[in-house]
């Protein structure tokens, strides 16, 4: 079971009535790869899989272009793995 971060810290200013319920709402969202808090409790983080490269780069041009309208500057990785089959190398 992974560690618990403990209360989520928010930046300065930040609307705790408005952030809050949609917080709790996103953190409680039944689905196979739901969101959590990182490590130190400054983010929350989401793991998706997907079949090919290629639909993986889709959604993250997706993610990216609005993430320019709502001018918001995520930090994601994209972490490829590849499983070989029996006898390959």
């Not at 953190?27 to 790869?33: C, I, Q, Y």
């Not at 130190?40 to 997706?62: C, E, L, P, V």
């Amino acid at each position: 079971m992974p560690e618990d971060p403990g209360p989520p810290r928010f930046a300065q200013g930040v609307n705790y009535e408005e952030v809050i319920p949609e917080l709790t709402k996103l953190l409680n969202e039944p689905s196979e790869s739901s969101w959590s808090l990182t490590k130190d409790a400054n983010g929350i983080q989401k793991k998706y899989r997907f079949k090919t490269f290629r639909t993986t780069w889709a959604f993250m041009n997706s993610v990216a272009e609005q993430c320019m309208t709502e001018r918001h500057h995520p930090e994601w990785k994209n972490v490829r793995i590849i499983q070989a089959s029996e006898g390959t190398c």
